[in-house]
């Protein structure tokens, strides 16, 4: 196996690696943006625009367009880039977590308490364990 092989092998989760991160480097400069106050405004003014402004790929812009949070990751978006979208739209981390898994914020948040996912869980795609 391969390290890359193993990296995918990992259940519902893509590991930031330098690919990755050279993937979505103007996705998340995008991000970082709006840590400014006056790029929030123009992003919340006119969203297709703004994005325009940015070198991405229209799958990045789109995955940010419809707040596709598991989208963005795949095209190379880091979770604590995408968050500053979260702040923006007033989304907090649990309501974004809950949207990209599918668990209900209260069921989510829940989990997170009690320490995560059990490590007896689903651990490899490839064994299906």
Not at 76 to 86: M, Q, R, T, V, W
């Amino acid at each position: 196996m391969t390290l890359k092989a193993d990296l995918e092998d990992i259940p519902g989760t893509t590991v930031f690696t330098g690919e990755q991160s050279r993937k979505g480097y103007h996705l998340n400069q995008f991000c970082m943006s709006l840590t400014r106050p006056e790029n929030r405004e123009r992003f919340k003014a006119d969203e297709r625009a703004y994005l325009d402004e940015w070198p991405m790929t229209e799958a990045q812009r789109q995955a940010v367009l419809t707040r596709d949070w598991n989208a963005a990751i795949a095209e190379g978006g880091n979770i604590y880039f995408l968050a500053k979208i979260f702040a923006t739209d007033g989304t907090s981390f649990p309501e974004a977590a809950s949207a990209m898994t599918g668990i209900p914020v209260e069921e989510y948040t829940a989990t997170m308490r009690a320490g995560g996912r059990s490590p007896e869980g689903r651990r490899s795609i490839r064994e299906g364990r």
